[in-house]
């Protein structure tokens, strides 16, 4: 039986029904296709969906949450989903690409002698002057924006917000990127900063919205992820954060190397396994009792059951399972595990749509195979 899964749960002040949350996962499909596809993931059973990238700023590619436009967008998506008796949070946050530095790629993408693969380690190169050199009043007013967008996020239905720790707050905390000699860059304390800082704002403008923190972690032999901090940092790092006003941590693996890295297919050679990132939820779990969520390679509801039953995580994030079988929890919680479709983690039409540019799918979709 799967009672835990099913257990209702709170979660760092927010009550979930169940434990099973829909990853943040940003699908780049036109509006209608995108709210039919979350309004089939709320409906299957899971207690929230985190809505993945929403820009703490006004620039920038997409909606945002300052446009009257961007502000329609938001209010229809957190009403889809509450209609599915579903919860909704936002994922704040801040790119760390220079959209300055990019412009010189453009015609390079849009010839195709550039490829999307070809362009992410161009982008990415970018990254440490970006961080290392921008001003500290630019710092300020992104800091005072993530204090902003989330009492906006609000007032447009979300019921929880998450701070999204890989981007430009992973990249802060990175010595890979961060080069600073100011009070932003150096020591652990000040290359936490400007996350800390961002929640400080978030908690600041709203006292009492939980706050989540996608906790993002690198690692060194073998290397993996660029942004975020290493496991040793972590004793300083999280309990900062904590004091900050995080109620929650997300946790898995750092972005910026390949994305095939954090979101692993099933051959990938070190996290092709079930539950791949849960041993970085062990390491952040020794510096904190607040609730954490795992994610990563998560679709047996044996496994599942087995890691929440066992207190190892509290919640388990999905985002591949449930694009693959929205109806995962109705089935799990009904005890019909047998009709779930599984995925097998094979990344052709989910990440490789996101890469083609054609939209999040699932080799599971009708004509998709063809
Ligand atoms: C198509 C796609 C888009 C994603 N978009 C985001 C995003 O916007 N923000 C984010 O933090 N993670 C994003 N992720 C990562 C997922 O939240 C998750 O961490 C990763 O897919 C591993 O979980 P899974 O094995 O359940 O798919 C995305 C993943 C996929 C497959």
């Not at 490829?115 to 961080?131: A, D, F, H, T």
């Not at 007013?141 to 979300?158: D, E, M, N």
């Not at 992973?170 to 800390?196: E, L, M, P």
Request: proline share 5%; glycine share 10%; charged share 25%.
């Amino acid at each position: 039986m799967n009672d835990k899964i099913s257990s209702p749960v709170d979660y760092g002040g927010i009550q979930l029904k169940n434990r099973i949350i829909f990853a943040p996962t940003t699908m780049g499909l036109k509006k209608d296709e995108y709210l039919k596809k979350l309004q089939k993931i709320a409906c299957g059973g899971c207690a929230m969906i985190i809505i993945g990238d929403v820009p703490v700023g006004r620039g920038g590619f997409g909606q945002n949450l300052f446009t009257g436009k961007g502000q329609e967008y938001y209010r229809t998506l957190t009403e889809t989903i509450h209609q599915g008796d579903c919860l909704a949070c936002a994922q704040l946050h801040q790119s760390d690409s220079n959209f300055r530095s990019m412009i010189k790629y453009i015609p390079g993408v849009l010839s195709k002698k550039i490829s999307m693969e070809q362009l992410r380690p161009l982008l990415n190169k970018e990254v440490g002057p970006y961080i290392s050199e921008m001003p500290e009043k630019k710092i300020q007013k992104i800091i005072t924006s993530f204090g902003k967008a989330a009492v906006q996020a609000q007032t447009l239905g979300f019921d929880m917000v998450q701070i999204h720790g890989d981007r430009m707050c992973g990249s802060f905390s990175s010595t890979v990127f961060n080069h600073r000699a100011d009070k932003y860059g150096g020591t652990i304390q000040n290359r936490a900063r400007f996350a800390v800082e961002a929640v400080r704002e978030v908690r600041k403008n709203l006292p009492d919205i939980p706050i989540d923190y996608k906790l993002v972690i690198r690692q060194k032999n073998p290397d993996y992820g660029n942004a975020g901090v290493l496991p040793e940092e972590l004793e300083e790092f999280v309990p900062m954060l904590e004091e900050a006003g995080v109620t929650s941590f997300h946790v898995t693996l750092a972005n910026h190397s390949d994305l095939s890295d954090t979101i692993p297919p099933a051959s990938h050679p070190v996290f092709g396994g079930e539950g791949c990132f849960l041993g970085y939820c062990d390491m952040v779990k020794k510096y904190t009792k607040l609730p954490i969520c795992g994610v990563g390679g998560l679709t047996s509801p044996d496994f599942i059951e087995q890691q929440l039953s066992s207190g190892r995580i509290d919640c388990a994030a999905m985002s591949r399972q449930l694009i693959a079988d929205p109806d995962w929890p109705q089935k799990v919680i009904e005890n019909h595990p047998e009709k779930i479709r599984r995925c097998i983690r094979c990344n052709k039409k989910c990440l490789g749509g996101m890469m083609e540019h054609t939209g999040v799918h699932c080799i599971y979709e009708k004509g998709m195979l063809k």
